[in-house]
T-cell receptor
């Protein structure tokens, strides 16, 4: 069974500082990894997925299969980045589209 | 941009009562899901639904739960006899084919269910 671990429940950084939200996963097969974000009082929304290799709102995430990690990074945090961030995994070859979520990291960017 | 909509935003019910949570997925989506999040805990998968039947369900999704797509637009989650531990935020999500096997999920705003 797959599992996603986000070791930090809370993370605070100052505006302009780099930020890294950690995500580790365990899955025996080939996974697809996502980051979802939930701003205050808003819905969960997709931030980025590893197969797209995009940078969204300045965030990037690289899948490291050796370390089974998919850390989310941004070089210069902004106050509007304050939100709850969830790392999620789905088996790449699975027929079910069941996302397994990590427990989330609440990011607060301080002025 | 089209959105998944959920009603009501907050539902309070007494233990033992039946509740129906409603969702309108994005219109060209074909895969539908329910997730829940108990306060302070992670978002958990309940059930996925495709082609008018359940594709997969978790251990949480026991006989108390059922899903239905009664018409072309609504997707409902019914809890037959609510328990205190059913209190949670329930999220509906949908996705469409054509973006690869694991097309991203679009979530609704959630329904907060409080069982007293």
């Amino acid at each position: 069974a797959q599992r996603v671990t986000q070791p930090e429940k809370l993370l605070s950084v100052f505006k302009g500082a780099p930020v890294e939200l950690k995500c580790n996963y365990s899955y025996s097969g080939s996974p697809e990894l996502f980051w979802y974000v939930q701003y205050s009082r808003q819905r969960l929304q997709l931030l980025l997925r590893h197969i797209s290799r995009e940078s969204i709102k300045g965030f990037t995430a690289d899948l490291n299969k050796g370390e089974t990690s998919f850390h989310l990074k941004k070089p210069f945090a902004q106050e509007e980045d304050s939100a709850m961030y969830y790392c999620a995994l789905v088996p790449f070859s699975g027929s079910a589209r069941q996302l397994t979520f990590g427990s989330g990291t609440q990011l607060t960017v301080l002025p | 941009e089209p959105e998944v909509t959920q009603t009501p935003s907050h539902q309070v019910t007494q233990m033992g009562q039946e509740v129906i949570l409603r969702c309108v997925p994005i219109s060209n989506h074909l895969y539908f899901y329910w997730y829940r999040q108990i306060l302070g805990q992670k978002v958990e998968f309940l059930v996925s639904f495709y082609n008018n039947e359940i594709s997969e369900k978790s251990e949480i999704f026991d006989d108390q739960f059922s899903v239905e797509r009664p018409d072309g637009s609504n997707f409902t989650l019914k809890i037959r006899s609510t328990k205190l531990e059913d209190s949670a935020m329930y999220f509906c999500a949908s996705s469409r084919p054509g973006q690869g096997k694991n097309s991203p999920l679009h979530f609704g705003n959630g329904t907060r269910l409080t069982v007293t």
